[in-house]
């Protein structure tokens, strides 16, 4: 959700509860009709009481805020980044011999040696 508040921070009149779910049903792999307004309009709220969107006086459309570009692309930035070329040197699809996938073996088997010592099922 965070990335697609950067692409309405360049709107001047802002965005509406349906602009956002346009954009983002594609990216949760949903269709735009099978997410209700109700729904949005949760999401929205939420973002508005962490000051991360705005109302736009007597309308009902929404800006995002400084603060909310700020905490967008931050996000958007360490997911890009970081988690998603990680999650990719960990994953199984294709093995890769990185030091990320060596570190994330030993915790791995770390785990697996503390749920035994303790008998839980794993």
């Known amino acids: 959700m965070l990335s697609v508040l950067v692409v309405f921070r360049l709107l001047p009149n802002g965005f509406s509860n349906r602009d956002l779910r346009e954009l983002l049903a594609p990216l949760l792999g949903l269709d735009p009709s099978d997410m209700t307004a109700g ?39 360490t997911y890009n980044r970081l988690l998603r070329t990680g999650l990719s040197q960990i994953c199984d699809p294709v093995p890769i011999d990185t030091p990320l996938r060596h570190h994330f073996d030993r915790l791995e088997g770390a785990i697996t040696d503390m749920i035994g010592k303790v008998g839980l099922a794993a």
């Open 39 to 77: 729904r949005m309009t949760y999401d929205l709220r939420r973002l508005r009481l962490h000051q991360i969107i705005e109302r736009v006086p007597h309308t009902n459309r929404y800006q995002v805020t400084s603060f909310g570009l700020e905490v967008a692309m931050f996000f958007t930035r």
